[in-house]
């Protein structure tokens, strides 16, 4: 991603330097993998090269709205994809799409398209990985920060519920993804 190096490096530095500290699962790392996570159900879905560029930016700025607030962090990070991007060459249409995908990873998440779903199963990933409880641990440390009340069980009920009610969209999540996390729903069913 030379030709937008630039981008890159602004919103890593920015990511590392500016992100509450106390946001345990929305951090730099999280973004870094999504863009992987991207990268690779994107060339699997076989979307054309201007797609898989327009796919890496949303994934680079879909949390960035958490440098604004934690309250709707897409719409902000929407908000700072239109202002920034403006003087780089990418379209209006360019920048609605990336805006459409950064909006739809807003849980319940509402792919409306390919690009959109390569995206959100991309934020989602973990889901089906051998990682879950490692990014699942970070976000309830992430929720409990800001929510003390929210207890053990609490957590528990949330991820049963958001489990279940959770789908894949794109082909290769559904097939490679989807097994894994309902192996996960019936293990913290059972505990």
């Not at 890159?8 to 920015?14: A, E, H, V």
């Not at 990933?125 to 609490?154: M, P, R, V």
């Amino acid at each position: 991603m030379i030709k937008y190096k630039n981008i890159y490096d602004s919103i890593f530095t920015r990511l590392e330097d500016n992100l509450d500290e106390n946001l345990t699962y929305h951090t730099l790392e999280h973004t870094q993998l999504v863009i992987n996570w991207a990268r690779e159900i994107a060339k699997i879905e076989g979307v054309n090269e201007r797609e898989f560029i327009l796919i890496e930016i949303a994934a680079l700025y879909h949390d960035c709205g958490f440098l604004v607030s934690r309250e709707e962090h897409e719409k902000r990070g929407c908000e700072l994809a239109r202002a920034e991007l403006i003087d780089e060459d990418f379209t209006q249409d360019e920048i609605e799409s990336i805006c459409g995908m950064i909006m739809a990873t807003r849980i319940p998440q509402t792919p409306t398209n390919q690009l959109e779903r390569v995206l959100v199963d991309a934020d989602l990933y973990y889901l089906g990985t051998k990682d879950y409880d490692k990014y699942s641990n970070f976000l309830y440390a992430e929720l409990k920060f800001f929510n003390q009340a929210l207890s053990d069980e609490d957590w528990k009920q949330i991820q049963i519920k958001f489990l279940e009610t959770h789908e894949y969209t794109t082909d290769f999540a559904k097939d490679h993804l989807e097994p894994a996390k309902k192996l996960h729903l019936e293990r913290i069913k059972k505990s």
